[in-house]
C-alpha cells in the first residue's frame, strides 16, 4: 500500500529565518517602514504571502499587501540563501523515509518565484518526489485540496500519510486533508501552538521522525 510524508519548509527542513527577516527588511526598509527583529519575524513565517505582511505589518487593502511582497521577491531571489541551512538530520530522515517505501512531498507556503532560488541549492538532492509552492494560490495552507489532489495522484490514503510541520497552518493542514499531524519543535512556533491548531505527535530534533514515522 502506497504511503506518504509532506513536509513543510520553512522551520522544518530549512533553517530560513534570518533570510527571510533580513530581506523582507531590506524591502520594507526601502518602502519606509521599520525594520523588524529575527523575533518579530518567527511568529509570522510560515504564513501565505498576504497574511505574513499583515501579521508582520498590519492590516491593510490586499492590494497593497502583494504590493510589498511582490517588491520583497526580487531581494529572495538576490540575498536569500546566504544564511540559510538545512537542519541537521533533516537528509537522514529522508533518506530512510524513502528507504521505508514513502513517497516525499516537500510542501511550503512560499509562492513559486520565492522557491525557485532554494530548490537548485538545497532542495535537488533531498529526495522529495514533488516540491511545490502553495502560497498565493488559491491552495495555500491550510486549504487541504492540493494535498488531496496529490494523494489521489500517488495513489494514498490520507490515513497513510503524514503532515510534518512546524507552524499553524501545517498542523491545520494535516487536520483538514486527514493526514497525521506531525509538530516538529525546532522551528518557528511552540508545542502549545501546535497542540493547539492538531498537531498530535511530535519530534524534538528530526532524527526523532523516523521513530514516529516507521
Not at 531571489?77 to 537542519?87: I, L, M, N, S
Not at 486527514?178 to 532524527?207: M, S, Y
Request: aromatic share 12%.
Amino acid at each position: 500500500m502506497n504511503k506518504a510524508v509532506f513536509f513543510d519548509l520553512d522551520g522544518t527542513v530549512l533553517d530560513t529565518q534570518q533570510d527571510i527577516a533580513d530581506c523582507m527588511n531590506m524591502a520594507i526598509t526601502e518602502l519606509g517602514y521599520k525594520p523588524r527583529s529575527y523575533e518579530e519575524y518567527r511568529p509570522v513565517i510560515g504564513n501565505d504571502a498576504p497574511n505574513f505582511v499583515r501579521k508582520l505589518l498590519g492590516d491593510m487593502p490586499y492590494d497593497k499587501l502583494m504590493y510589498i511582497w511582490n517588491y520583497y521577491i526580487p531581494f529572495v531571489e538576490k540575498f536569500g540563501t546566504r544564511k540559510t541551512k538545512v537542519f541537521d538530520g533533516i537528509k537522514d530522515v529522508l533518506c530512510t523515509l524513502k528507504e521505508r517505501g514513502y513517497k516525499l512531498i516537500l510542501y511550503t507556503n512560499k509562492t513559486p518565484d520565492e522557491l525557485i532560488p532554494f530548490i537548485d541549492k538545497f532542495l535537488s538532492d533531498l529526495n522529495f518526489d514533488l516540491i511545490i509552492g502553495v502560497g498565493g494560490t488559491e491552495y495555500a495552507k491550510p486549504k487541504p485540496e492540493k494535498v488531496q489532489q496529490i494523494l489521489n495522484e500517488f495513489n494514498v490514503l490520507p490515513s497513510n500519510s503524514y503532515f510534518v510541520g512546524d507552524g499553524e497552518t501545517d498542523m491545520m493542514t494535516a487536520v483538514n486533508s486527514n493526514t497525521i499531524a506531525v509538530g516538529v519543535l525546532w522551528g518557528n512556533r511552540d508545542k502549545e501552538c501546535l497542540i493547539q491548531h492538531g498537531a498530535t505527535v511530535f519530534a524534538e530534533k528530526p532524527l526523532d521522525i523516523l521513530e514516529i514515522i516507521k
